[in-house]
């Protein structure tokens, strides 16, 4: 079973608007969460994290918010630009265990 | 040449062949790792090396057999493969094993077994 969740395949937003990615996870022992994005044929790369103490974590247009009573984390991306098109990984570690993989949500910023 | 490397990027065998992926990274890091990506399931962890050492194997079956001769290489061996086993194979690095958030990937080798 799945410990790290991505329900929503795609996504679409127009440019300028906010992108709003989600990720669920079923483990409580996550401490850590990570986005990746991943451009065609390229690998993912490492776009922002959270530690479990921490609720929101900003980086310039990218900020990941955490709830961990819901078991919930999101990426805000805003303004969206053509550019953020990709695919996006949510990802979470325990201690200094493997990272767990969502299954990504595409995203289509549409200029 | 910098960052993460695999060759090759796309490869096609059938069920009998034997075939080898290359990984190597340029980031001075000691731990390299093998995912592997099917279409529409997350990338599953297979191996982990640290140190040139295998720390894990992800119960993954015999006839993937993966090889770490120094620190900046990994290989992946391959032989009798399955259809099922067609996938995105993609190797990732890391500065050591307890620091698995800043992993490196590679650009993936699409694979294709007939």
């Known amino acids: 079973d799945q410990q790290v969740k991505q329900n929503s395949p795609s996504l679409s937003v127009q440019e300028g608007r906010i992108s709003i990615l989600n990720c669920d996870y079923t483990n409580s022992m996550f401490d850590y969460f990570l986005w990746y994005k991943k451009y065609p044929a390229e690998g993912p790369t490492f776009l922002i994290s959270i530690s479990s103490i921490k609720d929101k974590n900003e980086d310039g247009r990218f900020t990941v918010f955490l709830n961990k009573s819901a078991k919930h984390l999101s990426l805000h991306i805003v303004p969206s630009q053509p550019g953020d098109s990709a695919v996006y990984f949510c990802?979470?570690?325990?201690?200094?265990?493997?990272?767990?993989f969502g299954t990504g949500t595409r995203l289509t910023v549409i200029p | 040449e910098t960052g993460v490397t695999q060759t090759p990027r796309h490869l096609v065998m059938g069920m009998t062949n034997k075939k080898s992926l290359k990984c190597e990274q340029h980031?001075?890091?000691?731990?390299m790792y093998w995912y592997k990506q099917s279409a529409k399931k997350p990338l599953e962890l297979m191996f982990v090396?640290?140190?040139?050492?295998?720390?894990e194997n992800n119960s993954v079956p015999s006839r993937f057999s993966p090889e770490c001769p120094n620190s900046s290489h990994l290989f992946l061996h391959l032989h009798t493969l399955q259809p099922e086993d067609s996938a995105l194979y993609l190797c990732?690095?890391?500065?050591?094993?307890?620091?698995?958030?800043?992993?490196?990937f590679g650009p993936g080798t699409r694979l294709t077994v007939l």
């Open positions: 990802a979470a570690l325990s201690g200094a265990n493997n990272l767990f």
């Open positions: 980031l001075g890091h000691n731990a």
């Open positions: 090396y640290n140190f040139k050492e295998q720390t």
């Open positions: 990732a690095s890391s500065q050591d094993r307890l620091a698995p958030d800043t992993q490196y």
